[in-house]
Nanobody
Framework: QVQLVESGGGLVQPGGSLRLSCAAS????????MGWYRQAPGKERELVAHIRSSGSTNYADSAKDRFTISRDNAKNTVYLQMNSLKPEDTAVYYC???????????WGKGTLVTVSS
């Protein structure tokens, strides 16, 4: 069993920054790709950023040049540095992780990010 726990969400003013973290725990020998998704009220969940075990990344157009995804494989943790936040970034942010040995993808319960003045 694998658990993902996000942290770092909160209320921030437009133009501000937040750093989200997601730590994986449980019976893990290795983690494959990890990602951040978000779901705004009334909208579907969407990809924000994705990082492979090799470190290669890809971003949604809305996140390019403002967000940076990174990971610490020793800590089984993925991060999302969010800068120049906008009100439209308001959403619940979820992380996920592929665990090849368990042939499964796991999700955290989410952390709320609110961008408002």
């Amino acid at each position: 069993q694998v658990q993902l726990v996000e942290s770092g969400g909160g209320l921030v003013q437009p133009g501000g920054s937040l750093r989200l973290s997601c730590a994986a725990s449980g019976t893990i020998f290795s983690i494959g790709a990890m990602g951040w998704y978000r779901q705004a009220p009334g909208k579907e969940r969407e990809l924000v950023a994705h990082i492979r075990s090799s470190g290669s990344t890809n971003y949604a157009d809305s996140a390019k040049d403002r967000f940076t995804i990174s990971r610490d494989n020793a800590k089984n943790t993925v991060y999302l540095q969010m800068n120049s936040l906008k009100p439209e970034d308001t959403a619940v942010y979820y992380c996920n992780a592929d665990v090849p040995g368990l042939r499964s993808t796991y999700w955290g319960k989410g952390t709320l990010v609110t961008v408002s003045s």
